[in-house]
């Protein structure tokens, strides 16, 4: 892999989700480690996560929402498929379940994703440098055909393929979490035929499903680098991205997108990201292989 040239991007997601988390974001980026962000607009601390991310010049993204938390756009004013009778998204399952009972009514999915592109050029004064999915949304049957128009019609080209090399056979995922990474790999596969047709870019390889949280290491990012990246043809330009969560734990209640931290925003596991993105091991070891981290925007050059 050090032969030829590689660029590796590393988005942290989840960026606006609560103060505490922004900290270790940013913390990320100014090592060097991080280089993208991408932005929850209706999560409470959306407004100064866009402050940081002007301040420190962090290549931003839209983390499109449709799982947590409350909408910004004209649902969060009556009844809507997307909400449950409380006004909160579905949940991660939930939301996919009424998608495959044919319970989510695709043009209020529309409404809402063009209420978040709307939100975040009003924060940022810009629009997004890519546009990705909160908990993989964007790949989803009916919505990703829904989104690729959307991004077409904005001028937003870039966004995220989450397939990720042998993560089926990752040994040290839990069963749960390793169904859910082949789910997802299913349902980005349907969604490069719809992304293609509407010119959108994501890069040749993708990891992160293997090492998320807990399960995050130097040598395992590497590894899964590694393998993502075997059927790349020799002599290209490679170009990949990593997935991260990184940040300080979240505090209740603050934090979220409307009903308060999740168990994982809470949990040590953020935290031991941030230590393995910040730590000297992870980029010795990526300047070593002959990777060079970059920004999505950084492709076109």
């Given amino acids: 892999m050090a032969r030829p040239r590689v660029r590796l991007v590393v988005t942290a997601d989840d960026f606006g989700y609560c103060p505490r988390r922004d900290e270790g974001i940013v913390e990320a980026f100014?090592?060097?480690?991080?280089?993208?962000?991408?932005?929850?607009?209706?999560?409470?601390?959306a407004e100064s996560a866009a402050e940081?991310?002007?301040?420190?010049?962090?290549?931003?993204?839209?983390?499109?929402?449709?799982?947590?938390?409350?909408?910004?756009?004209?649902?969060?004013?009556g009844s809507s498929t997307l909400l449950s009778p409380e006004g909160f998204f579905l949940g991660k399952m939930g939301f996919r379940e009424a998608l495959a009972s044919g319970d989510v009514a695709l043009p209020q999915v529309q409404e809402e994703l063009e209420a978040q592109l709307s939100r975040f050029r009003d924060l940022l004064g810009t629009a997004p440098a890519h546009v990705d999915g909160h908990q993989h949304v964007h790949?989803?049957?009916?919505?990703?055909?829904?989104?690729?128009?959307?991004?077409?019609?904005?001028?937003?080209?870039?966004?995220?393929?989450?397939?990720?090399?042998?993560?089926?056979?990752c040994a040290w995922l839990e069963a749960p979490a390793r169904a859910f990474a082949i789910t997802v790999e299913r349902d980005a596969r349907a969604a490069v035929d719809p992304f293609s047709r509407h010119g959108l870019r994501w890069t040749d390889a993708f990891i992160g499903l293997s090492t998320c949280g807990r399960h995050m290491s130097a040598h395992r990012v590497l590894g899964s680098l590694v393998?993502?990246?075997?059927?790349?043809?020799?002599?290209?330009?490679?170009?990949?991205e990593l997935m991260t969560h990184?940040?300080?734990?979240?505090?209740?209640?603050?934090?979220?997108?409307?009903?308060?931290?999740?168990?994982?925003?809470?949990?040590?596991?953020?935290?031991?990201?941030?230590h393995v993105l910040t730590g000297p091991m992870l980029k010795a070891l990526l300047a070593k292989s002959g990777v060079q981290l970059c920004a999505l925007n950084d492709l076109d050059s």
């Fill in 139 to 169: 790949v989803l049957p009916g919505v990703c055909q829904v989104f690729a128009q959307l991004l077409q019609a904005s001028g937003v080209h870039f966004t995220r393929l989450p397939l990720e090399r042998g993560v089926g056979s």
């Fill in 246 to 274: 990184p940040g300080y734990p979240s505090v209740p209640p603050a934090g979220g997108c409307g009903e308060g931290p999740d168990d994982f925003s809470c949990s040590w596991e953020r935290l031991h990201e941030l």
């Fill in 30 to 45: 100014l090592a060097g480690t991080v280089t993208s962000v991408s932005l929850l607009v209706n999560g409470t601390a």
């Fill in 52 to 77: 940081l991310a002007r301040r420190h010049s962090i290549p931003t993204g839209l983390h499109a929402n449709l799982t947590e938390g409350r909408p910004v756009g004209p649902a969060r004013h």
């Fill in 227 to 240: 393998q993502a990246l075997e059927d790349i043809p020799a002599g290209h330009a490679l170009t990949a």
